[in-house]
C-alpha cells in the first residue's frame, strides 16, 4: 500500500484491510471484487490484484509458507520485485540482504555523490551494489528500516536537514574527495560532476540534462530525467439513471471493466475512449459498445467535464446521462460486459475508482435539472 502513496493516506485503508483480512488464509478466501472495493480510492490498483494472486499462490501451492530469502520471493510470488523481496526477506526473515527504494536512493545518491541519472541501469546496480554491502550482518532488517526513515525524515527531497543527519561526515569526506578527484582527472571542460568519476571505466557519467547549481549542495542529488508530460485524454461517460421519487432509490447502470489495464476490475459508468478530433455522440457509442438499444427518440443530456490525473495520464471526462422514468430499466445485450444495477450508496461503497466518483458527483450537482425520459414501448 505504501508503494507510491504517503503514510498518512494509507492508514486507515491498512487498518480496514488487517481487520477484515488478518491472515494470509483469511485473504486468500477473498475474490478480487472484494479486494477492489476495500482498495477503492487508494489507486494503483494492480497492487491490491497482484497481493491476492501472491497470497492464494501462497496457501494453495506453498503450503502457506512464505519464501524466506529476496530470490525466492521474486521467483515465486507475482509482483513482487526487487524492493519488495529485500524488504520482506530482512525485515520479516532477518536474510542479510539490501534494499533500494526511493528514499536508500535519495540517501546513497548524496552519500557518494552520484552526478548520473539515478533511474538509469548502471546506476541502479551500484546503488544495490551499495545497499547489500552496507547492511548491518546482525540487524538487517532494523539497518533496512532506518536507511529508508533516514531518507523519508532527515534527508528528504527539498528541505534536507544536514545538521541532523548522522552520516553527514561520510558525505563530507566524499566532497572532500571529489575536489582532489577534480583537480586530478578531468574532461574536455575541465568538469567532473561525480565522484565515481575517478575510474576512467565508469559507466555513471552520464551527462545532465540540467545545469548544476554549486549553491544547491546536497541537492544537486539524485539526478533524474526530466519527467514526460502526461498524455492527454478524453473520454466520453454516459450515465444512465433509473428516476425514482426517493434519492436514495434512484439506480444506476454499471459495467465492470476487463481484467486487464488500467482500473481492471473496477466498476464504471459507460463509456468511451474518445480518438481524433471527431467525437462519436453516445447514442451510437452505447449501442455499437454495449449493445444498449434505445428508443429512437432518446435524448441524451449534458452534464459538464471533470479533469482526474492518473500518474501518466491527464483524463477529462465529459458527462452526459440519460434519466429514465421508474421501472423502466434497460438491458445490455450481448455476453461481453458484466453489468448491474446500483443504487447511488451501492456505487459509493462498490469497487470503483475516484475518477468514476468525481463523474457521479458531477451528476448529483445537477440532477435536479435534468429532464426524465419517459420511454414509449
Known amino acids: 500500500m505504501l508503494q507510491q502513496t504517503q503514510v498518512a493516506t494509507v492508514i486507515d485503508y491498512y487498518n480496514r484491510w488487517m481487520e477484515k483480512w488478518p491472515t494470509l488464509q483469511e485473504l486468500a478466501k477473498a475474490t478480487l471484487e472484494d479486494v477492489n472495493t476495500m482498495w ?10 497482484r497481493l491476492l494472486e501472491g497470497v492464494k499462490k501462497v496457501v494453495e501451492e506453498l503450503n502457506g509458507k512464505m519464501p524466506a530469502t529476496a530470490e525466492d520471493l521474486v521467483k515465486a510470488l507475482p509482483g513482487v520485485g526487487r524492493y519488495t523481496a529485500g524488504a520482506i526477506a530482512s525485515i520479516a526473515f532477518n536474510q542479510t540482504t539490501g534494499l533500494v527504494d526511493g528514499n ?46 533516514l531518507g523519508a525524515t532527515v534527508c528528504t527531497p527539498k528541505t534536507p536537514s544536514c545538521s541532523e543527519c548522522p552520516v553527514k561526515v561520510e558525505y563530507e569526506k566524499k566532497a572532500a574527495v571529489s575536489k582532489w578527484t577534480k583537480a586530478k582527472v578531468t574532461d574536455e571542460d575541465n568538469n567532473i560532476p561525480d565522484i565515481e568519476c575517478a575510474e576512467e571505466s565508469c559507466k ?32 466520453s461517460v454516459c450515465l444512465v439513471c433509473c428516476h425514482h421519487q426517493e434519492k436514495s432509490k434512484r439506480k444506476f447502470l454499471l459495467l465492470k471493466r476487463k481484467e486487464q489495464g488500467l482500473l481492471a476490475g473496477l466498476w464504471e459508468f459507460p463509456s468511451l475512449k474518445q480518438e481524433g478530433a471527431k467525437k462519436e455522440e453516445a447514442e451510437v457509442w452505447l449501442q ?72 457521479f458527483n458531477a451528476f448529483e450537482k445537477g440532477a435536479d435539472k435534468i429532464p426524465v425520459k419517459v420511454m414509449i414501448e
Open 204 to 235: 555513471l557519467c552520464i551527462p545532465s540534462t540540467e545545469e548544476w547549481d554549486p549553491s544547491d549542495g546536497v541537492m544537486n542529488y539524485p539526478r533524474k530525467p526530466k519527467k514526460k508530460p502526461p498524455r492527454e485524454e478524453t473520454t
Open 40 to 49: 477503492s480510492g487508494l489507486g494503483y490498483y494492480s497492487r491490491g490484484r
Open 288 to 359: 455499437t459498445n454495449y449493445s444498449l438499444c434505445l428508443p429512437a427518440d432518446t435524448q441524451i443530456e449534458h452534464v459538464g467535464q471533470v479533469v482526474h490525473h492518473f500518474s501518466h495520464i491527464t483524463q477529462t471526462y465529459v458527462v452526459d446521462c440519460l434519466v429514465l422514468s421508474e421501472d423502466m430499466e434497460l438491458d445490455v445485450g450481448g455476453d461481453n460486459w458484466e453489468w448491474k444495477w446500483m443504487t447511488g450508496r451501492e456505487f459509493l461503497t462498490s469497487a470503483i475508482s475516484t475518477a468514476m466518483k468525481k463523474v
Open 104 to 149: 536508500v536512493v535519495r540517501v546513497l545518491c548524496r552519500m557518494r555523490m552520484v552526478g548520473a541519472d539515478c533511474t538509469s541501469q548502471p546506476v541502479q546496480d551500484m546503488l544495490w551494489s551499495h545497499a547489500n554491502k552496507l547492511v548491518d550482518q546482525e540487524r538487517p532488517g532494523d539497518f533496512n528500516q532506518s536507511l529508508m526513515e
